[in-house]
């Protein structure tokens, strides 16, 4: 039987969202397949191995509950786990690593990367899309020249840039967005619709990344297509997001207190399926594998508009994620198995 090591927390501001993500996958995971492990990464960054009880990690408790201090061995030879207890060092070798860490430090590239260079195979995205996956300007790049198409933007560098770059920001018009380049659950972003409030916004998002990006606004929704698979893709439902006011930032994505999502989108079959041939594409451009949840724009003129990759989304069983998988038929622990099978 195959262990996998499920690797949750991090540092990072979306560190409560891998937790309830991580106790979810761990509910998943078929026992009868499957050894599974975990390893926690606190806050602070400290590694542990964590043997307590699984529903002690969504309450954020799990440090507490017997955890040792562990890192992952950097000998190709056998995936490893270097656990310490009390003064001596033990050996857990394990097969599959499964990261369900959101945003810096787990979803972009950092873990993946890890694993990589151990020889650890990694369920869903590996370094170098994780990366562009994290990275809105360069992912925009080679998405665009691929000939899809993506929002008019200017990247800073660093504050200093706004005063030689502002002209060129106005010209994208009202309302622009206003994001760090990499950083995940919309954090640090801004809706800006006047001029004076440029400033104030890209000094927020400066405070996230050390690199801002400035898009122009979409005149359309925002649209999702799950996306899974190596060789052969798995594509789900494409959902929408009915906004009533600002944007789909943190706070609505977790509490949709004024917004809405619709699962399947409400469009047309066929315009449902170009939206799902374009998310399919994208995840080849980027370089995908295991799955990744692709987010667009779709236009009033029936225009699609690539938004972002999410390398490791949202990952409970009411997340968008395993509800549009759920739109084809696959429930959440088919999905979940499927993705650790995808890497063996």
Known sequence: MKKVLVIFGGCSTEYEVSLVSASAVLSAIDRNSYEVLRMGITRDGRALYHEGLEESIAKDE????????????????????????????????????????????????????????????????????????????????????????????VCLQRMEEYGEKKQEIISLGMPVFVKPVRAGSSFGISRV????????????????????????????????????????????????I??????????????????????????APGEEEEIRKCAGKIYRILGCRGFTRVDMFFTKDKQIVFNEINTIPGFTSHSRFPNMMKGIGLDFEKVVNEIIRLAE
Request: glycine share 10%; hydrophobic share 35%; net charge negative.
């Open 62 to 153: 799990w440090q507490e509950d017997k955890c040792s201090p562990a890192t992952i061995s950097m000998s190709r030879k056998t995936p490893m786990l270097w656990v310490e207890r009390e003064g001596m060092l033990e050996k857990i070798p394990f097969d599959i690593a499964f990261p369900v860490m959101h945003g810096k430090n787990g979803e972009d590239g950092t873990i993946q990367g890890l694993c990589e260079m151990a020889g650890i195979p990694v369920a869903g995205c590996g370094m170098e899309s994780s990366v562009l996956g994290m990275d809105k300007d360069l992912a925009h790049m080679l998405v665009a020249q691929n000939g899809i198409k993506v929002p008019r933007s």
């Open 242 to 267: 009915e906004l009533s006011q600002g944007f789909f930032d943190y706070e609505e994505k977790y509490t949709l207190k004024t917004s809405s999502i619709h699962m399947p989108a409400r469009i």
């Open 193 to 240: 619709t006047k001029e004076d409030e440029l400033q104030e916004a890209i000094e927020k998002a400066f405070c996230h990344d050390d690199q801002v990006i400035v898009e122009e606004g979409i005149d359309g929704f925002e649209v999702g297509c799950a996306v899974m698979g190596n060789d052969t893709l798995t594509i789900g439902r494409v959902d929408e």
